[in-house]
Nanobody, 115 residues
Framework: QVQLVESGGGLVQPGGSLRLSCAAS????????MGWYRQAPGKQRELVAA???????NYADSVKGRFTISRDNAKNTVYLQMNSLNPEDTAIYYC?????????WGQGTQVTVSS
């Protein structure tokens, strides 16, 4: 019904930047929020950033001041600008779309921060 496709991941050196994109398609309505989660090896999935339909944003403490989430409502797309990346940011990043009743997930995109 709803598909989410992430892009923009890859390999970057410490201190570098990446911009992730997540495009949603299908029968989409009544969106509450879109966001990004990540899962590093040996760790649980955690919230990175989210943006509500009203434009409010939330960030994990570990990324505040470095990451910025934004959206393009006309394209049903959410972005994550990641600056000052460090090896601890290495993870698979997942896009999600939340409605008042259910949550949809993308397939994930790998971000690797390494020198």
């Amino acid at each position: 019904q709803v598909q989410l496709v992430e892009s923009g991941g890859g390999l970057v050196q410490p201190g570098g930047s990446l911009r992730l994109s997540c495009a949603a398609s299908g029968n989409i309505f009544s969106i509450y929020a879109m966001g990004w989660y990540r899962q590093a090896p040996g760790k649980q999935r955690e919230l990175v950033a989210a943006i509500t339909s009203g434009g409010s944003t939330n960030y994990a403490d570990s990324v505040k001041g470095r990451f910025t989430i934004s959206r393009d409502n006309a394209k049903n797309t959410v972005y994550l600008q990641m600056n000052s990346l460090n090896p601890e940011d290495t993870a698979i990043y997942y896009c999600d779309l939340a409605t008042p009743r259910e949550v949809y997930w993308g397939q994930g995109t790998q971000v690797t921060v390494s020198s």
